[in-house]
């Protein structure tokens, strides 16, 4: 890409770069994500399939990873521009800085989850082997149509939206903010204004480690809501899996959780700055 496409236009530098790193790092960890799963599945860990098919349901994760990554980095950088534009000077901009990148990644978290909150309900129903694939895992949501109405099976995509949201706005709010100061600090301790891909990658595994640890409960309650046959409210999932299996139940998956997520930080945020710096970024 260097040398043979440069933008002036941010917004083009980020929906570009976006979905590059959304799909090179859905893709390249999806196994982790696959087995993460399995381990979080009330049925089990052998019963949802294994190690076997460590790629069912990738087709969902194909289709909806490049446009939910540029939605979120187009809504962040969009965000971050106009809430930086607040800072008047230095002094202003040690406190303003952290809440304009927690409330940037908030906003951008809002907007991908348009997308990836049906691709997760999808995939991870093939990944729990409930499908035979991502096309059969759709097809029976909207064969229940006839059932329950189009607004019924609109439902039943975004199974799971209230705790995703909770789940990966608090995320957020902690990866990019830390991400963002890893990378202020690296511009001045070398006095360089821009970053590199692979000091990008190495504070993205970083903070994203550090938020995959804090919000794992989160994460398993949100797979278990999407995986039960019946529609649950968070509040009466979060009750059956305390009786059934105590706290420890909402740590379940951590050690997979926090392993992909540590590596799809430095692939994610790696390969979003290189695509970004190539276009012309800083």
């Known amino acids: 890409m260097s040398g043979t496409f440069k933008t002036d236009s941010p917004f083009t530098r ?4 976006g979905a590059l790193a959304g799909t090179t790092v859905d893709l390249s960890l999806y196994p982790i994500d ?18 076997r098919g460590i790629y069912a349901g ?25 809430l930086h534009s607040y800072s008047t000077s230095p002094h202003t901009a040690q406190w303003l800085d952290p809440l304009t990148h927690m409330a940037a990644a908030s906003l951008g978290e809002v907007a991908a989850c348009a997308v990836r909150v049906p691709t997760e309900v999808v995939k991870q129903r093939a990944q729990a082997v409930q499908f035979r694939s991502s096309f059969a895992a759709l097809q029976a949501i909207l064969a229940r149509r006839e059932v329950v109405g189009v ?15 909770l789940r990966e706005v608090p995320f957020t709010v902690i990866q990019f903010p830390l991400w963002e100061a890893l990378k202020e600090w690296r511009r001045r301790k070398t006095g360089r204004e821009g970053i590199s891909a692979v000091e990008s990658g190495l504070f993205g595994s970083v903070a994203g480690a550090v938020a995959a640890g804090v919000t794992t409960p989160l ?55 290189w695509a970004f710096n190539a276009m012309g970024g800083v």
Not at 36 to 50: E, N, P, V, Y
Not at 151 to 165: A, D, H, K, P
Not at 226 to 253: I, S, T, Y
């Open 14 to 17: 980020a929906l570009i770069a």
């Open 58 to 82: 990738v087709g969902s994760a194909v289709i909806g990873s490049a446009p939910g990554a540029a939605l979120f980095f187009v809504t962040y950088e969009a965000t971050k521009t106009h």
């Open 219 to 273: 994460d398993v309650l949100k797979t278990r809501m999407m995986l039960a046959r019946e529609k649950v409210g968070a509040g009466e999932m979060a009750g059956r899996m305390l009786r059934d299996g105590g706290v420890g139940v909402f740590l379940k998956g951590m050690g997979p959780r926090v392993v992909w997520i540590s590596v799809g930080g430095a692939v994610f945020l790696g390969s979003y700055q």
């Open 151 to 165: 607004g019924g099976v609109w439902r039943e995509l975004y199974r799971g939206w209230g705790v995703t949201m």
């Open 34 to 51: 696959t087995l993460k799963t399995r381990l979080q599945s009330s049925a089990g860990f052998a019963a949802s399939g294994g190690f």
